[in-house]
């Protein structure tokens, strides 16, 4: 029944892994391990699905990478999703006030799409409904991570569940709890955190022309705005803005929202007509320094929350789900210390590189200093008509770069 507390079959029982946070990345892991019926697991989560306190399944959208496709694919995840989402057939970046222009095709990168459009709630309906018909994943929820104590054989944790306690012991436990992870504090593990100064505001937009499946990208004064097309003609925006303008664009009514945006992305969709609800995202970097202690293992915003310039978030963690799952199906223990390290070993560089790549952009698109306004225009203007960069940022930015888990090489001809 939604929403209702589920009694975990839970205490005498030694779990193979339970994940702490059923959000995006939490719900996308056990997902993956749908086929893995001889495993038990468990999912400890705060907020019912269907609730609108959930903080994960928001009106936020995702971009999905390409990679990320391969990956929904392998989970035989992708006929569910594939008509609901909107493709992304090319992405046109620019910069307000200067003349440089890029654009990617995806005929350019031989794919059937650059990327997918998703709406969190869509995406988390399609997982909800293959870990709710699967029984040998309990979804305990209402339920929050309270205590955590581990030694060499397992993680004993205690969980509020409704009205009552209860102690749970697995041989893995996976903290996808978001980027304030309390599975992450308690296990002690360590994490670099700075704050961008800039909040992103996100709402839907109808507009006087078709998206035609143009994903924009525009840089300001201002901080970055993206258009990302959804489905029924909508657009997805993001409009980054500094900390202390986020409470005025905020408090504007609907019609000066509108005007001050299309004043900061132009006209290449025509007068913005309608635009729904806004909501708004503090921006932080967060990274942890180790993914794994023990037998804990970090994964999602609960390892790295970035910013969403580059929308590259949850198609990190969708790697890190990937090579997770592959890990617990295919070991008797898979908390074991040595598979932990061959997993940190396995994403660490992956992460790296996306957050170099994630910060680069932040901070150069962020950046009103004149010169560097005006290297980001040669950049882009160079990026035009030097089709090799624009590969390498296009395989970037599809997900193309990372390595692949054996999840997907398995999906290979
Ligand atoms: C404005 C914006 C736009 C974005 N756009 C993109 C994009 O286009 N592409 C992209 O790839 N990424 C994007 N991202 C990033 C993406 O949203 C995140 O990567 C993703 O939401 C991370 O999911 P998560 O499950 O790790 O964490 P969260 O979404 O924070 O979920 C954590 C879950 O854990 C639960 N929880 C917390 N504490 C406990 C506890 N103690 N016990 C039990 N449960 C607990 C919560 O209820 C929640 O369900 C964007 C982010 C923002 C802010």
Redesign the pocket.
């Known amino acids: 029944m939604p929403g209702a507390v589920v009694e975990g079959r839970g205490e005498g029982v030694l779990y193979d892994a339970i994940i702490?946070?059923?959000?995006?990345?939490?719900?996308?892991l056990a997902a993956a391990l749908a086929a893995q019926t001889g495993k038990r697991i468990a999912v400890?989560?705060?907020?019912a699905f269907e609730s609108q306190s959930?903080?994960?399944?928001d009106d936020?959208?995702?971009?999905?990478?390409y990679g990320?496709r391969r990956i929904f694919e392998a989970m035989n995840l992708w006929s569910q999703l594939e008509s609901l989402i909107e493709p992304i057939l090319s992405i046109h970046v620019s910069d307000r006030g200067h003349f440089g222009v890029s654009r990617l095709h995806h005929t350019e990168e031989n794919v059937e799409a650059l990327g997918y459009?998703a709406e969190?709630r869509v995406l988390g309906q399609v997982l909800m409904d293959r870990v709710r018909s699967t029984p040998h994943i309990e979804w305990l929820c209402p339920?929050?991570?309270?205590n955590l104590q581990q030694d060499e054989q397992g993680v004993d944790i205690t969980?509020r569940l409704g009205d009552t306690k209860k102690n749970l012991r697995t041989k893995l436990l996976v903290a996808?709890?978001?980027?304030?992870?309390?599975?992450r504090e308690l296990a002690g593990l360590n994490l670099q955190r700075s704050d961008y100064g800039q909040s992103?505001i996100?709402a839907n937009v109808q507009t006087e022309y078709p998206h035609q499946n143009v994903a924009y990208e525009r840089f300001t004064e201002t901080g970055p705005i993206?258009f990302?097309p959804m489905t029924q003609n909508r657009c997805s925006v993001?409009w980054t803005v500094r900390h202390d303008e986020a409470d005025a664009v905020m408090a504007l009514n609907d019609e000066n929202f509108m005007a001050q945006l299309q004043q900061r992305f132009g006209f290449r969709l025509g007068h913005i007509l309608r635009c729904g609800k806004r909501?708004v995202?503090p921006?932080a970097y967060v990274a942890a320094e180790q993914l794994t202690k023990g037998r804990v293992a970090i994964?999602?915003?609960?390892a790295h929350?970035?910013h969403?310039v580059s929308?590259?978030?949850?198609?990190?963690?969708?790697r890190d789900v990937a090579a997770m799952a592959e890990l617990i199906a295919r070991h008797e223990d898979a908390g074991h210390a040595l598979l932990l390290a061959e997993y940190h070993a396995a994403r660490y560089q992956d992460m790296q590189r996306v957050y170099r790549f994630t910060d680069t952009l932040a901070q150069l698109f962020s950046n009103r200093l004149t010169p560097l306004a005006h290297a980001r225009a040669a950049g882009l203007v160079l990026l035009d008509i030097l089709p090799p960069l624009r590969h390498l940022l296009a395989k970037q930015s599809m997900g193309l770069l990372a390595p692949m888990s054996r999840m997907l090489r398995r999906m290979q001809p």
């Not at 994964?299 to 609960?302: K, Q």
């Open positions: 702490i946070g059923g959000g995006m990345v939490g719900a996308s400890v989560e705060a907020y959930q903080p994960s399944f936020r959208v995702i971009a999905m990478s990320s459009v969190n339920a929050q991570l309270e969980i996808a709890d978001g980027a304030t992870s309390r599975a992103a996100i993206a990302l993001v909501h995202y921006l994964i999602g915003n609960a929350a970035l969403p929308g590259q978030g949850y198609n990190l963690a969708l």
